[in-house]
């Protein structure tokens, strides 16, 4: 395209910026999305989903984006000692936490000067809807080698949930909370072997089993708020496929059917919260979990709680993440496909 080319006034243009963590994809919107009101991310959550929720299917979708597609929105902080507010987008609505997200915006962030950090360790505090999330990155000749992040509180809700999932029969899970909730299962328990190739079966039985816990069991979040309680996704978990310190493989099935290209950031929150109260994970010490391509994500118990008298945890996670490509993209206001559109 010539140099001297600009689109007409009157299109909307949107920055971003590209990344992967452990190679699932992050967009981080720069510039061109509309400023969000409420003093809560809560809040701007909700109006991103009253208002804008046009523009977030133009920039995950096809043909700007796909069905596995991710992506954030940054914000002003909510507290008055943050360091900045952030929204998360897929296919399917607006997320209230992601751990992928945060060490890829936190990469982005530093390396693309968005976020103000000094130092070789600097710490970024930063406003999810679920709560507050702290993100420490390890800098290594100016660029961002690692990024650390104390999760939201994380917790077991249910234990040996039984649940009845047509073309399947019964099947057994538990229900966690590591930023939002998950349903973790064995994969051997439904005939699955978590690999790439079985990637189209992950999803239907992914989605089969989420529609069906939540068709028979109501989700609450101990702390009374509304916004949360929803199954977000299905998490399939087996054991390592080869020698090494790897603890175990999961992979994550969330949304309308996008699968989980890392090893789940706030997944492996909830499973760190689950193997903790079964004595499983004595505090401090890191699990090594890996991911349905073979990357994978550090996790720990940093510090054991109480939320609303339930047993809760503060994990830390740490994962890698590498910037992929920046763009400016062009809605013209006359493309009857301009908001997109989506194939699976």
Known sequence: MPDHWQPPDHWRRITAI???TAGEPLRV??????????KTILEKRRQARRHHDHLRRALMWEPRGHSDMYGCILTEPERE???VGVLFLHNDGFSTMCGHGII???KVGIECG?????GRRPVIRIDTPAGRVTARAQIEQGRVELVSFLNVASFLLEKDLEVEVPQLGRIRCDIAFGGAFYAYLEAESVGLEIRPANCSRIVDLGRRIKQAI???YTIVHPDGNPDLNFLYGTIFVQGPTGAGPVHSRNVCVFADGEVDRSPTGTGVSGRAAIHHVQGELEG???ITIESLIGTSFDVRVAETISLAGRPAIVPEVRGRAHITGRHEFLIDPQDPLGE???LR
């Not at 919107?29 to 409420?38: A, D, E, H």
């Open 284 to 286: 401090g010490r890191w």
């Open 340 to 342: 997109g559109f989506l």
């Open 81 to 83: 000692d943050g360091d």
């Open 29 to 38: 919107i720069t510039s061109g999305f509309p400023q969000l009101s409420g």
């Open 114 to 118: 968005l976020l103000n950090a000094s």
């Open 18 to 20: 590209d990344a992967h």
């Open 214 to 216: 939540s068709s028979q």
């Open 104 to 106: 890829g915006l936190v």
